[in-house]
C-alpha cells in the first residue's frame, strides 16, 4: 500500500510557474514509478508525465512538452512537477500517481493515486 499527498497547487497568473510535489509513504514507496496526471472539469483524466523509481527515466505529454519537468528525490520519496508558461488550458487538479514497474503513461496502469490538487491559470 501506498499514500499519496499532492501539495503546491493554487491560482497563478497565464505565463507564470508552479512546482507540485508529492509525498510517497508506504513499504517499497521508493521502489514505484510515479506520473502525473490532470483532470479539468469533467474531461478525461490526462497524462503529464512519469517518472521511474530511479529517476533515470521520463516521459512527458504532448501538452506539457517543453514548459512541464518532473523530477524525483529518492531520498525523500517525493516527485515534483515544475510548470512554467502556465496557460489557462492547464487548469485543472493535478494527480500524483505510483505503479509497479519503470513508467506508464495510462491511468489504468497505476495503482494509488492522491487526492490531488488545484492548479487554477488565470488570463
Known amino acids: 500500500q501506498v499514500q499519496l499527498v499532492e501539495s503546491g497547487g493554487g491560482l497563478v497568473q497565464a505565463g507564470g510557474s508552479l512546482r507540485l510535489s508529492c509525498t510517497a509513504s508506504?513499504?517499497?514507496?521508493?521502489?514505484?514509478?510515479m506520473g502525473w496526471f490532470r483532470q479539468a472539469g469533467q474531461k478525461e483524466r490526462e497524462f503529464v508525465a512519469a517518472?521511474?523509481?530511479?529517476?533515470?527515466?521520463?516521459e512527458v505529454g504532448d501538452s506539457a512538452k517543453g514548459r512541464f519537468t518532473i523530477s524525483r528525490d529518492t531520498s525523500t520519496n517525493r516527485i515534483y512537477l515544475q510548470m512554467k508558461n502556465l496557460e489557462p488550458e492547464d487548469t485543472a487538479v493535478y494527480y500524483c500517481?505510483?505503479?509497479?514497474?519503470?513508467?506508464?503513461?495510462?491511468?489504468?496502469?497505476?495503482?494509488?493515486w492522491g487526492q490531488g490538487t488545484q492548479v487554477t491559470v488565470s488570463s
Open positions: 517518472i521511474s523509481w530511479s529517476g533515470g527515466s521520463t
Open positions: 500517481a505510483a505503479a509497479r514497474g519503470l513508467y506508464y503513461t495510462e491511468t489504468y496502469e497505476y495503482e494509488w
Open positions: 508506504g513499504r517499497d514507496a521508493h521502489d514505484y514509478a
